[in-house]
């Protein structure tokens, strides 16, 4: 058995993967996630655990089915939850399709929800509702969207505080087995 205490981020790399130098680098949501990294690097208190250091990198032309699938597997089946960065800059794509898929239905994986377009909870939630602007986006990835009622998802903005209590929150974990449903981290 795994040892699940990573956490896996998910998000948008256009396909098929850019070539050029910058590679994924150079995509929005990649950016945020490498901000998640580099909150960890300047605080190792910081409770981020990258499932994506537990197996061996790999390559923008790597084959889909013999490599980065399985890969992807791996790196969920030793993960606590997802951290979903869901923003403007967000598509539909065969890579988030599979990761929400195989993470829900296999792994039952909670998913973290970051919207990197808003600083505050009031963004994401006002007068205990979800907003148009944020269920929005939920509709750029009809997987999610589908799969919020089979897990836990919590959904928090781009703020390193409301993050790191997330991350921290033992309940947002496969090892707690949350209820399904709809949590904000204010």
């Avoid at 979800?130 to 999610?144: C, D, E, I, K, N």
């Amino acid at each position: 058995m795994d040892y699940r205490n990573g956490n896996y981020s998910a998000f948008y790399v256009a396909e098929p993967f850019n070539q050029n130098n910058l590679g994924a680098n150079s995509t929005p949501d990649f950016c945020y996630y490498n901000m998640l990294r580099m909150w960890k690097g300047k605080d190792s208190q910081f409770p981020f655990i990258d499932s994506h250091m537990k197996n061996y990198n790999v390559r923008d032309g790597s084959d889909w089915e013999l490599t980065l699938k399985p890969r992807l597997h791996e790196r969920l089946r030793k993960s606590k939850n997802i951290v979903l960065f869901l923003s403007d800059a967000t598509k539909n794509s065969r890579a988030l399709n599979e990761e929400i898929t195989y993470g829900v239905n296999h792994c039952h994986l909670p998913i973290i929800v970051v919207y990197p377009d808003y600083r505050d909870y009031r963004d994401i939630v006002n007068n205990g509702y979800f907003t148009q602007a944020a269920t929005s986006l939920w509709s750029r990835l009809p997987v999610l969207r589908d799969s919020m009622d089979l897990i836990a998802s919590v959904h928090v903005p781009l703020n390193k505080g409301c993050i790191e209590r997330a991350l921290s929150a033992r309940e947002y974990t496969v090892q707690a087995d949350p209820r399904a449903g709809k949590y904000i981290v204010q």
